[in-house]
């Protein structure tokens, strides 16, 4: 079974009478789990379609996106790792939509796998309140961010992609709903 292809049975409504973190982070991983849901049971061909022209979304495209941005603000900002992109770069910043030819189980694996990292380097923070930092490449500044604006725009990321994937999933296949 293909790693798209799995329905994510760790999928849970986030916690209602739980603390700011935890809330946070249920939302968050409920968003995930969505979009795994959205993704599961579709071929190579339908996870790489663009049914929607112009645009150029594709859920696989999608997934690689959101890879990179758990690995950019999880690693890089939050963890101060410094890693490149896994496709995405600085002279192409849309790159892992460029999806035509892309693996969908090398992608779901990436994804799956800084999904997993960020779970980790969250569970470590000592609060909410640990900080980050974002080096412009253009100009050195330095821009700060506080673990719980990291989470509220992950949330935020995913929600806005979820609706993406409703409309690519019911172009593709019909399937609606969460």
């Known amino acids: 079974m293909d790693a798209y292809d799995r329905a ?9 009478t739980a603390d700011e973190r935890a809330t ?3 939302f968050l991983d409920h968003q995930r789990a969505t979009f795994a849901m959205k993704c599961a049971g579709l071929t190579t061909e339908q996870l790489r379609a663009r049914p929607l022209l112009p645009s150029e979304l594709s859920l696989l495209g999608l997934a690689r996106h959101l890879a990179e941005v758990e690995r950019g603000w999880f690693r890089n900002v939050l963890a101060d790792e410094d890693r490149p992109g896994y496709w995405r770069h600085e002279d192409d910043r849309s790159a892992e939509f460029e999806a035509e030819a892309a693996d969908p189980d090398e992608a779901f694996e990436i994804w799956r796998g800084e999904c997993e990292h960020a779970r980790q380097l969250v569970a470590a923070a000592d609060s909410l309140d ?5 080096r412009r ?12 604006w990291i989470l509220t725009h992950m949330i935020e990321e995913y929600a806005r992609h979820n609706g993406h994937a409703d409309l690519l999933r019911e172009h593709l296949d019909g399937r609606t709903g969460e």
């Open 24 to 26: 946070l982070v249920t």
């Open 137 to 148: 490449s253009s100009d050195g500044t330095d821009e700060v961010y506080s673990l719980r």
């Open 130 to 134: 640990v900080l980050g930092h974002y």
């Open 8 to 16: 994510d049975a760790a999928r849970t409504e986030p916690l209602r």
